[in-house]
């Protein structure tokens, strides 16, 4: 990924969300999005040219923008109306980004839009996240990445976030990941988990 | 099945994916992912280009498909006046008390007992109207123009409420009712609540910090503002809380489901919850 002194950016069009410039870059803040923070704790964690991406959570489209611009394509996912209206004013800027109005808890319903992709990208405020991830792998290459921005008090808010964390971690090991690193977003983010794995 | 069809029937028009995506029946555990290549091969692109282009197409315009069905939900304009409302409320009350503070402090001689007190606010509202000093009359004015319009949106609100909510509408009154399915985010959603959650929508910081930390449960959220609730003995509150959420989950499903009122179900929520206030305080006696 590409940063300017240390600042993480994209490149692409600007003027998505009121974003800062660097010259033709445009700022990715950690602050509002956590894929930003997910890189500047770990900046290993990559986006190679030419993926395809699969985003679950796609909400506003401020991170989708940055993903495509980085991206070949960006399948987005996202299932509330207002959002999704959003969302689809970013689209008509980059015409890399196809955005699916669909609830990712039944991937059946949009199923027949999707390729194989090489980064599933989840980040949606449902009690089944696990679930939610597994069921969307057989759109996952063998070899590709899964990185799920787990939100602990969406699931279980009598548990705590390291017990959500241990329970999200087996199930998902159990349908065939192999964990590649954990971060907690902090200080951006509160009460979020990083899980990055692949599948093999 | 693909997006763009399978056999004969393949084409990328978005009316047409559209229709064959509502048809469709999934079956994932044989699913296997599109391959862009399959489209070109049945010419119905040249190129990953035009892949993308076509789908784009299709899936905007299902997007937009759905989004204007979602804003055409009957109960998508009540939440948006029921929360405009409210936020009137408290424009008005900062407004009149910056206002107020604001007086006082240019006329020593007058009682601060006024000031809290919302009865000293609407006599004290038109005075400051009539008053010379220009920019603090005209924030008067408007302020108690502003107090007419919240009424008017007030009455629509309850008017609007009985038709989208009637069942919910019949037993807390259309402003309650309102601002519960407004602070849900919509009736689909409270129709699908069980009355334990209704009961304390609203109150989520204390049920929370019960959950976490066990303090008291909460008796009732917004269902407090209703007056069988607030009028209950405060021994029975809880009870008459408890019991009037129960109804109310009955009506919004009602509501959801049927779209027309109950008659014969409203009487006998209403006497239920009625004769659990007459019982209970008789039980004390």
């Known amino acids: ?200 | 099945m693909y997006w763009y069809g399978s056999g004969i029937n393949v084409s990328v028009d978005p009316t047409e994916v559209a229709a064959r995506l509502r048809e469709a029946k999934i079956d994932m555990t044989i699913y296997v992912p599109c391959d862009w290549k399959h489209a070109q091969q049945l010419g119905l692109v040249r190129n990953r280009q035009e892949y993308l282009q076509a789908i784009r197409q299709a899936t905007t315009y299902i997007a937009e498909e759905g989004i204007t069905a979602a804003s055409r939900e009957k109960d998508v304009e009540l939440l948006q006046m029921i929360r405009t409302l409210d936020e009137m409320d408290k424009a008005i009350n900062l407004l009149t008390e910056r206002l107020i503070d604001w007086y006082i402090s240019i006329t020593p001689s007058f009682s601060r007992k006024y000031r809290r007190s919302e009865t000293g606010a609407s006599r004290l509202l038109p005075m400051i109207g009539k008053m010379e000093k220009d920019p603090m009359k005209k924030i008067a004015m408007e302020i108690l123009s502003m107090s007419t319009t919240r009424t008017d949106l007030m009455k629509e609100v309850s008017r609007k409420a009985v038709v989208v909510i009637p069942n919910m509408s019949a037993l807390v009154g259309g402003l309650v009712a309102a601002r519960l399915v407004s602070r849900v985010g919509g009736l689909a959603v409270v129709a699908k609540m069980p009355g334990s959650s209704i009961q304390v929508i609203g109150a989520e910081g204390a049920l929370f910090s019960h959950i976490r930390t066990g303090t008291p449960s909460p008796k009732h959220g917004i269902m407090f503002q209703h007056r069988r609730v607030h009028n209950a003995p405060r021994e029975i509150r809880g009870a008459v809380a408890r019991a009037l959420a129960a109804k109310l989950a009955i009506a919004a499903r009602l509501d959801y489901y049927r779209g027309e009122i109950d008659p014969v179900f409203v009487d006998a929520a209403n006497v239920r919850i009625d004769g659990l206030m007459g019982m209970k305080t008789r039980e004390k006696k």
């Open chain 1, 1 to 200: 990924m590409i940063s300017v002194n240390g600042t993480l950016v994209s490149e692409g069009a600007g003027g998505v969300y009121g974003e800062r410039m660097i010259g033709k870059y445009r700022v990715w803040d950690p602050y509002r999005s956590k894929f930003a923070a997910l890189w500047y704790l770990d900046s290993s964690i990559d986006l190679p040219p030419g993926s395809v991406v699969l985003y679950l959570g796609a909400a506003n489209g401020t991170t989708v923008s940055h993903v495509a611009d980085y991206a070949e394509v960006v399948y987005a996912v996202e299932f509330a109306p207002h959002p999704m209206h959003d969302l689809l004013m970013v689209a008509k800027m980059r015409k890399n980004i196809v955005p699916i109005y669909g609830n990712a808890t039944q991937p059946q319903r949009y199923a027949p839009f999707l390729e194989t992709v090489d980064l599933v990208y989840q980040d949606v405020a449902q009690p089944n996240q696990a679930t939610i991830a597994i069921r969307h792998l057989p759109f996952l290459r063998s070899g590709g990445r899964l990185i799920l921005m787990l939100k602990t008090r969406s699931v279980d808010i009598r548990k705590s976030p390291e017990e959500v964390f241990t329970d999200t971690c087996m199930a998902l090991e159990e349908a065939g990941l192999s964990m590649v690193k954990v971060v907690w977003p902090l200080p951006h983010h509160v009460d979020h988990a990083a899980i990055v794995c692949d599948l093999v």
